[in-house]
């Protein structure tokens, strides 16, 4: 567990992301501060990894006072509420595959994110396991909205 935070907050504190501010301050504790928001995918891990990944993060990104949004391909997604993260579902590659043409999975995939990231807005973007890291870098391909 240990190792797994220390991943975690490395990543957090290194700013991995394409989708970051640099040193963006703290909000301040006034009514109507906005909240930050870190967006992690977590794609292709078992729902061990997934959570203990889950619960790493939240307790480093809360140093940073953000606020976890987990984008992730396992349906049970209670876990993760437990752990104070706001979860959204993708399904995973798998399921999609012979469900409709490469071109609309494609196509599907690359609006889910535009979505995710117009209604977020994160502040950073994180990829976590092999499976997040392809589809990160095919997002990063097709929007720009992953390079502000």
Not at 28 to 49: D, F, N
Request: with cysteine.
């Amino acid at each position: 567990m240990a190792k797994i935070f220390q991943r975690v907050s490395e990543a957090v504190k290194a700013g991995r992301a394409a989708s970051q501010q640099a040193d963006v301050p703290a909000p301040t504790a006034a009514a109507g501060a906005t909240k930050r928001y870190l967006l992690a995918l977590i794609l292709g891990q078992s729902l061990e990894e997934a959570s203990a990944t889950a619960a790493s993060l939240r307790a480093a990104a809360s140093e940073k006072h953000l606020s976890v949004v987990l984008v992730t391909d396992q349906p049970d997604i209670a876990i993760f509420q437990i752990n104070g993260c706001i979860t959204e579902y993708l399904p995973p590659l798998a399921l999609l595959d012979g469900r409709a043409q490469k071109a609309d999975i494609e196509t599907y995939l690359a609006r889910r994110f535009s979505i995710l990231m117009d209604k977020w807005e994160p502040v950073q973007t994180l990829p976590f396991g092999e499976a997040s890291e392809s589809l990160y870098s095919y997002w990063q391909a097709r929007s720009p909205k992953t390079t502000r």
